[in-house]
């Protein structure tokens, strides 16, 4: 059974840069059928799209955050990692990681979600 | 890339049938056939129901059906359930290996 799991700072000063690490287990992060995201949610709020990595490396990530979004893999650990710059309050949300099938373009495994507060 | 839009919230008794809504654009909803929907229950992380607009996965129950016509997507709930009670959320591809989430649908069984 695929399990992802975020691990990650939970508070984070605003205008430093918010890290996080999805760890894949049950699964090889190397398969070709699959990208691997993170989507967030603000509190209270509906879920938002952030990015999307493959194996390889190419990332792709929503355009309205910019140059602020990083998002790296390492496949010999089978994680991959999101890291958001300049962070504001806007950025207080809970931050899933999850496998996106490429054929159907859906999100078949989430992990649990990691709550990241931005405040001072 | 704008939210796709969904109803913030529908309600149903139980036995009923009801139908959430998705309407997206001719560059989103309307191009692909790549729209998928989730459940999220308070607190938890979203479970896919539905992918391709259509098919449902092994082990959701055949009491959820979507659809699509034009730029609309939609979910629909047949027999409703307490249990169904949630947020339901629709997701599209948009091109450019980028995808959009509606704004969620909460669901209330009266």
């Known amino acids: 059974q695929l399990q992802l799991q975020e691990s990650g700072p939970g508070l984070v000063k605003p205008s430093e840069t918010l890290s996080l690490t999805c760890t894949v287990s049950?699964?090889?992060?190397?398969?070709?059928?699959?990208?691997w995201g993170w989507i967030r949610q603000p509190p209270g709020k509906g879920l938002e799209w952030t990015g999307i990595?493959?194996?390889?490396?190419?990332?792709y990530h929503n355009p309205s955050l910019k140059s602020r979004v990083t998002i790296s893999v390492d496949t010999s650990k089978n994680q991959f990692s999101l890291r958001l710059s300049s962070v504001t309050a806007a950025d207080t949300a809970v931050y899933y990681c999850?496998?996106?099938?490429?054929?159907?373009?859906?999100?078949?495994?989430w992990g649990q979600g990691t709550l990241v507060t931005v405040s001072s | 890339q704008s939210a796709l839009t969904q109803p913030a919230s529908v309600s149903g008794s139980p036995g009923q049938s009801i139908t959430l809504s998705c309407t997206g654009t001719?560059?989103?909803?309307?191009?692909?056939?790549?729209v998928s929907w989730y459940q999220q229950h308070p607190g938890k992380a979203p479970k896919f129901m539905i992918y391709?607009?259509?098919k449902r996965p092994s082990g959701v129950s055949n009491r959820f059906s979507g659809s699509k016509s034009g730029n609309t997507a939609s979910l629909t709930i047949s027999g409703l359930q307490a249990e169904d009670e949630a947020d339901y959320y629709c997701?599209?591809?948009?091109?450019?290996?980028?995808?959009?989430f509606g704004g969620g649908t909460k669901l209330t069984v009266l």
């Open positions: 999850a496998r996106l099938v490429r054929s159907g373009s859906y999100y078949d495994y």
């Open positions: 049950g699964g090889s992060i190397s398969s070709t059928n699959y990208y």
């Open positions: 990595i493959y194996y390889s490396g190419s990332s």
């Open positions: 001719s560059s989103d909803v309307g191009s692909y056939n790549l």
């Open positions: 391709e607009g259509s």
């Open positions: 997701c599209s591809f948009v091109g450019s290996n980028t995808w959009v």
